[in-house]
């Protein structure tokens, strides 16, 4: 598996790389707060879906614009007017675990959610409505899951400027990046990464997590030759070997919580220093 993370990080080096170069952002799009997905474990309502949409003998998937059909209709209490929320729940397509606890933190975090869009009523039937998408995150298809539209929180942001690379442990919660959006594995600013504190451990809106990383720890994704904290061959190495606890964490960047789950959070990375993997940690500021 090592070897295989080692090409990995070779194949996606340049990508993470310019990611993690990028400014912080200076405030929250619509797209931040509302294409941010979600891992929960507390149950959501499947009742209402999308059946298809217009030219459906031959669309198999619905972008902004289009005119889509919803399971429920005037004899339900849809109005015209009405806007929904459309999500999904997703899973990793590759089926590989990234680090070694991966797949148990994230059945305790629950079902990830990728969040797709918002439509809008703009015809009733009795059992059936059509929608206009209004905004799209990503695609819509047959059966995604359709909810009242809600107003989510918008935390605010403080100044990048106050972020400390050489900050103490807070002594805070500490917790895992466990995923990322669109099940990517290493991420930078303006990244989306799901971690596994939430609700039920304190955590609210607006809430900061640092995140960062030890020297000489195998149980994380971001690879590292053995032994290399203290020894490189060729290159020097210290009398004596270090383990990753007698040397200082490296501080990788920062993120801001954007919604809550009762063991999990949707957190937007605003400051980074290098690249973020899956399996680095967090701790609550």
């Known amino acids: 598996m090592r070897t295989r993370m080692a090409c990995l990080c070779l194949g996606i080096g340049l990508a993470a790389g310019s990611a993690a170069?990028?400014?912080?952002?200076?405030?929250?799009?619509?797209g931040d707060i509302y294409c941010s997905?979600?891992?929960?474990?507390?149950?959501v309502p499947r009742d209402t879906y999308l059946i298809s949409g217009e030219q459906s003998n031959y669309k198999v998937t619905f972008a902004q614009g289009d005119l889509v059909y919803i399971n429920k209709g005037s004899t339900q209490g849809v109005r015209v007017g009405d806007e929904f929320l459309v999500m999904r729940a997703v899973k990793e397509p590759?089926?590989?675990?990234w680090t070694n606890l991966q797949p148990t933190l994230l059945r305790a975090m629950g079902t990830t959610y990728a969040d797709l869009?918002?439509?809008?009523?703009?015809?009733?039937q009795p059992k059936v409505s059509i929608a206009e998408i209004t905004f799209s995150c990503d695609y819509m298809q047959r059966g995604d899951i359709v909810q009242v539209a809600a107003q989510r929180p918008v935390?605010?942001?403080?100044?990048?400027?106050?972020?400390?690379?050489?900050?103490?442990?807070?002594g805070g919660k500490l917790a895992t990046v466990v995923t990322m959006k669109n099940f990517g594995q290493v991420g930078g600013a303006n990244s989306v990464v799901y971690v596994n504190l939430g609700s039920e451990q304190g955590v609210k809106v607006g809430d900061y997590f640092r995140i960062f990383r030890y020297q000489g720890?195998?149980?994380?994704?971001?690879?590292?030759?053995?032994?290399?904290a203290y020894s490189a061959h060729g290159f020097g190495s210290t009398p004596v070997p270090y383990k990753w606890d007698d040397l200082p964490r490296e501080i990788l960047g920062e993120g801001i919580v954007l919604r809550i789950a009762p063991n999990a959070s949707t957190v937007l990375i605003t400051v980074s220093l290098r690249e973020i993997y899956v399996g680095d940690y967090v701790e609550m500021e």
């Open 21 to 30: 170069a990028q400014p912080a952002p200076q405030k929250l799009a619509p």
């Open 37 to 43: 997905g979600v891992v929960t474990s507390e149950a």
């Open 117 to 124: 869009g918002r439509v809008r009523v703009v015809s009733i």
């Open 217 to 228: 720890i195998h149980a994380e994704s971001a690879y590292q030759t053995y032994g290399m």
């Open 155 to 170: 935390p605010a942001f403080r100044p990048s400027a106050k972020f400390d690379r050489f900050a103490p442990a807070s």
């Open 94 to 97: 590759l089926k590989h675990k």
